[in-house]
């Protein structure tokens, strides 16, 4: 055959392979998420992914984490259901368990970026990210709080909050609460284009966080929606966010995609429960080999745009590509 273009040749050497490369997936890029709560135990719908008591986080970060080369952490609190009230007011206390855990991986991992969730439902009897009135979600009564909560997290020296509540107007109001309070080096990390999205499920079983009535529509995305994204990305650099995440991602690669063209700060995508515990169910079922799955996730993330990736195999996939690097 006589052909202009033999697009084989440039695949047919391994090191010629690895030279050409377009993503070089790494530890640098991955975020983890931890769950910190009164008790250690396993989350059963998420197989390998465990909430840490304060004790055992300090352990794990001595242990691991010190000697991580992944970007940060993500934390969230699981608190135990007597301390849900309506208002979410656990949420504010600085002896919280999440201002503990931020102070605990700043001191014993501090290398790492510290980052925090910032939104009510872990918190709330309700399970809605920010205030219930009459079966309605309140924008701003909601982002007062979140404010409270962020100075609470900033206070204990995180890195980054991380509002994931979708209310309006949020990350304006949280840079300006940081800023007054003398905490302009506190970045803001936005839950930008957050879909109400099936994939959560099996982080709401973990903190117990589902929503109590209705669901999440009224201020998280529909998933049906593209243009909408570029709105909230538009709001939320305008307001002043370090980072946009898009979450989920698996399904999301459209929106990763556009935001990488569109956005003036870096790009976040958030691996999502469900889209973990599939494959780690996939793979015990022997269907898949989790790792060659993850690494093709993660890369398609990273082709898509995303800067950086919260995935709870973080830890897992670090080690992972070093025992293949040494092969
Ligand atoms: C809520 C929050 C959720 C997740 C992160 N923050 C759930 C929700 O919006 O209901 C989901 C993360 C995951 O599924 O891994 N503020």
Known sequence: MELSSRPRRNRSLKNLREGIKEVDLNASSFIQPLFVSENTEPIKAMPGVQKYSLDDLKKFCIKTLSKSKICGVLLFASIDKE???????????????????????KEH??????????????FSTDGHDGLVENGKILNDESVDLLCMMSLVHAKAGVDFVAPSDMMDGRVKAIRKTLDKNGFSDTGILSYTAKYASFFYGPFREALDSAPGFGDKKTYQMDFRNKTESLRELRADIFEGADMV???????????????KKESTVPVVAYNVSAEYSMVKLAAQAGLVNEYDIQFEILSSMKRSGADLIVTYSALEMETHLKKNESI
Do not use: C, W
């Open 83 to 105: 301390l849900k009230t309506k208002k979410g007011d656990e949420a504010l206390n600085p002896e919280g368990l999440l201002p503990r855990a931020i102070k605990i991986v």
């Open 109 to 122: 991992a501090p290398h790492l970026v510290v980052m925090s969730d910032v939104a009510l439902d872990p």
């Open 245 to 259: 995440m898009v979450k989920p991602a698996l399904a999301y690669l459209d929106i990763i995609q556009s935001f």
